[in-house]
Nanobody, 116 residues
Framework: QVQLVESGGGLVQPGGSLRLSCAAS????????LAWHRQAPGQQRELVAV???????RYSDSVKGRFTISRDNTKNMVHLQMNSLKPEDTAVYYCRAWDSPQDDYWGQGTQVTVSS
């Protein structure tokens, strides 16, 4: 059974940086798509960044230029480097991995709080 486990969340001051990581277990082959989503209190879950198996990336406008998504296929991991963090980046961040609509997995989430 595939499991995704996020790590790296925490409390950081505005302007600071955090690096989130997500490790996939339960299969040895890499996923087609890996992504980070986030959900702030009272808000809908939104896509933050995506990276495909070819290395193509896409970012939401709100994080473009500040966040960088990367993947390590040898370890079945995906990372999110977050720089110049703002209070509005505060949310629970979720890792997602998929090959198809029927083969789509989510992690439990990790809290990121940006506050002075």
């Amino acid at each position: 059974q595939v499991q995704l486990v996020e790590s790296g969340g925490g409390l950081v001051q505005p302007g600071g940086s955090l690096r989130l990581s997500c490790a996939a277990s339960g299969r040895t082959s890499s996923f087609y798509g890996l992504a980070w989503h986030r959900q702030a209190p009272g808000q809908q879950r939104e896509l933050v960044a995506v990276i495909t198996s070819s290395g193509t990336t896409r970012y939401s406008d709100s994080v473009k230029g500040r966040f960088t998504i990367s993947r390590d296929n040898t370890k079945n991991m995906v990372h999110l480097q977050m720089n110049s963090l703002k209070p509005e980046d505060t949310a629970v961040y979720y890792c997602r991995a998929w090959d198809s609509p029927q083969d789509d997995y989510w992690g439990q989430g990790t809290q990121v709080t940006v506050s002075s």
